[in-house]
């Protein structure tokens, strides 16, 4: 779709307020920020709800929009919270949201339907459907997945009007922002919570390798270019967790690329990197160089590169203001002020008779020259006084605060929400079966055993297509799985796959990620929820119900005890037996420099403790790191649901015969299992 070509905003983070300082000392345009609760970087400093009015004040006195990120999951209880928290975004005047969760976003729609709303990284957008239902359901930008492209974002710029954002600087993770388990799995803390503890950036080794699943630092500051003719409307930088120095400097050397002046990325590199830097997703060229850690020469590196940094800019050039000032007898005092774009005039008391000494110009212009703390400088005076007359200081500057604050608001004018007397519409109470239905999930047609085929079954479309027999079965209706990522190279593969079957009889699909729902929705088909829509909450199971699914596999870090307690109609179930996945990555630590012709698609990674996680190959296109232990509930507390599904991915015909049979009996199992997430606490 045609784009306006004007140059995208340099939108920095901030995580305090030093580096909210530092960012617009450098020139950034635009700030994120985070509230202490509900943001993907909680261990930043962060910024009190009451400190948001002034933040965004002097943001937008400066001409810098402002964001405030809400963009983790949240459960039913920290919905009133939520609530606060877009209270309070709003009604401090910030320019937009980030979210997550759909929760979060029908929250904000309801209290305050002209609030816009991003869509978060988080929300793994990575192709042009994804990106086109977001656009239906309102959102006002995209955050795209880092792991995509310049040919595949110009892919998804072309179809979609909607605002695009991207990462050009910063941390990269190894998985598909959104789609990481790991350090909620291992530890409890959840990347979708705000709390990742970074077990990646640990020595998991492949073979001899090491750090196999850390990456280098994302930079692709000499891409900015063709990045601005493809539409994109915001370069972010990632580093809420950095020192300001270094917000500073990626902020001026961003606007050093976009100014056709080379950007200083040794400086960059030196401040903080990962045995360098990568641009890997952005030309293509996904192998082993993308990988690398933080060592101690970069430690190193770092400290003298701070050493020898002068004083970082805490604020941005002042603006000049021309000033006039006519005090007159009997009239009020009048006030006009000019910054050669915008003009305010003002009327201030009525002056006095001098009792001892005339106000003079000296005096009053004294007065208007103090603009400290505040964006401007004075210009031009032009200061007119009758004599006789006086004003005392006190008034004079009040008359000069309040013409600074009109000119403030003429120039970067203070958006308004009106909040609506409106609700979240109370959810019906779910009513579950009595007995759930069995549904199994194979990864290859050779899993599936005799007498499989009385539960209803979720095979990939892949497998579908080479044994179109699996149509022709009874019971109930096959679904087929959409892969969990299907980039703009792959969709139009995808779209044809979908076409054929449906032509073949499939109805159903299965859905991990919203480009996946609007691929279904947009063909006719059934979509049922897959556990990477990461659906936690009752109200965002009621946004995909009204969304057109069928039913919801629930995400994999929800707590049972949460799970009885969701309300709401839209059927739902988990995954009950399988080795979860943890990650996704378009990066494969398997990869090899002669490519994937020789690779068998499976491999294991090991830890630091020498536990071992089975590295899955996807058609060649992504890879899934899997959990070292299967879950299995089939012996244990479960709320009732209207079904769980067995998660079958590297077992045996014989071994996928033998758990069912021993899931249906709800015998324990002989081999290590693990209860999940479903037994412990999120944080």
Do not use: W
Not at 78 to 85: H, K, M
Not at 161 to 179: K, Y
Request: glycine share 8%; hydrophobic share 40%; net charge positive.
């Amino acid at each position: 779709m045609p784009r306006m070509k004007k140059p995208p905003e340099i939108l920095a983070p901030a995580g305090n307020r030093m580096q909210l300082e530092a960012a617009l000392g450098a020139g950034a345009d635009a700030v994120y920020l985070g509230l202490p609760g509900f943001n993907a970087r909680q261990g930043a400093r962060n910024f009190q709800a009451e400190e948001l009015p002034e933040v965004t004040a002097y943001c937008h006195a400066r001409g810098v929009r402002v964001y405030v990120t809400l963009n983790t999951l949240v459960t039913d209880e920290e919905l009133p919270s939520i609530e606060t928290a877009v209270t309070a975004a709003a009604e401090s005047g910030v320019d937009a949201l980030i979210v997550q969760d759909p929760a979060v976003f029908l929250m904000a729609k309801t209290l305050y339907p002209q609030l816009p709303l991003h869509a978060s990284t988080q929300t793994a957008i990575h192709n042009v459907r994804g990106t086109v239902l977001l656009e239906r359901m309102g959102f006002a930008r995209v955050v795209l997945a880092r792991e995509l492209s310049l040919d595949e974002i110009r892919q998804i710029a072309a179809g979609t009007a909607l605002p695009l954002e991207v990462f050009v600087h910063g941390a990269h993770c190894t998985c598909v922002s959104g789609n990481c388990y790991l350090s909620s799995m291992i530890g409890g803390r959840s990347g979708n919570r705000g709390l990742c503890a970074q077990p990646c950036r640990l020595d998991f080794r492949l073979g001899d390798r090491q750090y196999a699943l850390s990456l280098k630092d994302l930079s692709v500051l000499d891409h900015l270019e063709p990045l601005t003719q493809a539409g994109i409307s915001a370069f972010k930088i990632e580093g809420r967790l950095k020192r300001p120095e270094y917000v500073a400097a990626a902020v001026g050397a961003c606007r050093d690329a976009m100014e056709h002046r080379p950007p200083d990325t040794d400086l960059l590199r030196a401040l903080f990197s990962r045995s360098g830097f990568t641009d890997g997703y952005l030309t293509g060229k996904r192998n082993a160089a993308m990988f690398g850690h933080r060592t101690r020469e970069d430690v190193q590196a770092s400290a003298k590169a701070l050493a020898a940094l002068p004083e970082t800019a805490s604020d941005t050039a002042a603006v000049p203001v021309d000033m006039a000032l006519t005090i007159a007898e009997s009239l009020p005092a009048a006030l006009t002020l000019s910054d050669g774009r915008c003009t305010v005039s003002l009327r201030g008391p009525v002056p006095r008779r001098a009792v001892q000494k005339d106000l003079t110009e000296d005096v009053a212009e004294r007065s208007l020259r103090k603009t400290g703390g505040t964006p401007y400088a004075p210009g031009r005076l032009d200061v007119r006084i009758q004599s006789g007359l006086t004003m005392s200081a006190g008034e004079l500057n009040a008359l000069r605060r309040e013409g600074l604050n009109a000119l403030t608001e003429r120039r970067n004018p203070r958006p308004v929400y009106t909040r609506t007397k409106a609700a979240l519409q109370r959810l019906p109470a779910y009513n579950p079966p009595e007995r759930g239905e069995l549904r199994l999930r194979f990864e290859r047609f050779e899993q599936i055993f005799e007498g499989a085929r009385a539960h209803r079954l979720i095979v990939p479309l892949a497998e579908i297509l080479a044994h179109p027999e699996l149509l022709r079965i009874g019971g109930s209706p096959l679904i087929g799985e959409i892969p969990s990522l299907v980039f703009p190279s792959e969709e139009g593969e995808t779209l044809h796959r979908l076409e054929s079957l449906k032509k073949m009889g499939l109805t159903h699909v299965l859905c991990d990620n919203p480009g996946a729902v609007g691929l279904a929705l947009d063909l006719g088909l059934v979509p049922h929820g897959g556990p990477a829509l990461n659906l936690l909450n009752s109200y965002a199971l009621e946004e995909y119900r009204k969304l057109g699914l069928a039913d919801a596999t629930l995400s994999i870090e929800g707590s049972f005890s949460r799970v009885r307690k969701l309300q709401g109609s839209l059927q739902r179930g988990i995954i009950g037996y399988g080795y979860l996945p943890l990650m996704k990555l378009r990066a494969c630590p398997a990869r090899s420099p002669e490519g994937c012709g020789n690779c068998s698609g499976q491999h294991t990674l090991r830890d630091r403790k020498g536990i071992e996680f089975t590295l899955l190959c996807r058609e060649r296109k992504y890879v899934e790191l899997l959990n070292s232990v299967p879950v299995y509930v089939a012996d244990k507390s479960v709320p009732k649901l209207d079904f769980q599904t067995l998660y079958f991915t590297t077992e045996s015909q014989e071994a996928c015969k033998s758990i069912s049979a021993l899931y249906l009996n709800q015998k324990p199992p002989a081999f290590p299992r693990t209860g999940g997430l479903y037994y412990r606490k999120l944080l």
